[in-house]
């Protein structure tokens, strides 16, 4: 056992395990380690850097935050989320059901679904407000279209019978723009027809009602 001092202080030593340093180290070159070799930080180990042939790993045995300076930028919570932040404010965790954005979510590419189907974009009682699309809604066979809080309005083509379909359970107005009416269908009565806003033609429990003439 070999033992240095400086002004009375031990500050070196070894033993059959290896060597003990009190104090700090400074190097001026690289700290290099083979394969499997370990940096372990802590007491207890809590903080450890490695690497094997093929893989690098840092196992941690206590939460682990990565700061700039004092500001956190991620947060692993053992047995628990990831946090990742921006400036000081969160902007994305993982859950035990999967992950929360905090703020916009930028997507260059394809947001596709983990399985081929089954998955839903929002929930019944968590919905997104606003859905700007640029091309296309496409919607399978017998997929629906629903409008209003109990699916009052249907639209959907019927695979089976192999035609369109609107299904209304309630009045169905078909207007230009948002006042001047073109057709109106009314539930569980007649039909009216209008050009320019008035009405020209209706159906009746007896048959229909022509207003004008009939060329």
Do not use: C, P
């Not at 859905?131 to 309005?153: C, E, H, P, R, T």
């Amino acid at each position: 056992e070999v033992s240095l001092y400086h002004n009375g202080s031990k500050k070196f030593e070894t033993s059959s395990t290896g060597i003990s340093v009190t104090g700090d180290i400074a190097v001026s070159g690289h700290v290099d380690l083979e394969d499997s070799k370990w940096v372990k930080l802590g007491t207890d180990d809590d903080f450890q850097l490695g690497h094997t042939s093929n893989l690098n790993y840092i196992d941690i045995h206590a939460d682990l935050l990565i700061r700039n300076d004092t500001e956190v930028m991620m947060d692993f919570n053992r047995n628990a989320g990831i946090e990742l932040w921006y400036d000081g404010a969160k902007k994305f965790e993982t859950s035990s059901v999967g992950a929360t954005v905090h703020g916009q979510l930028t997507v260059d590419g394809n947001l596709i679904s983990y399985t081929a189907a089954n998955n839903s974009l929002g929930l019944s009682g968590h919905r997104w407000n606003d859905l700007f699309i640029a091309n296309d809604i496409d919607v399978s066979d017998d997929g629906m279209l629903l409008l209003g809080n109990s699916d009052d309005l249907k639209i959907w083509h019927d695979n089976t019978d192999g035609v369109n379909r609107i299904d209304s359970y309630v009045d169905l107005h078909i207007r230009k723009g948002a006042s001047e009416n073109m057709a109106k269908f009314i539930n569980n009565g007649g039909v009216e027809l209008y050009y320019n806003d008035v009405k020209k033609f209706e159906t009746t429990s007896t048959g229909g009602i022509l207003r004008g003439t009939l060329w």
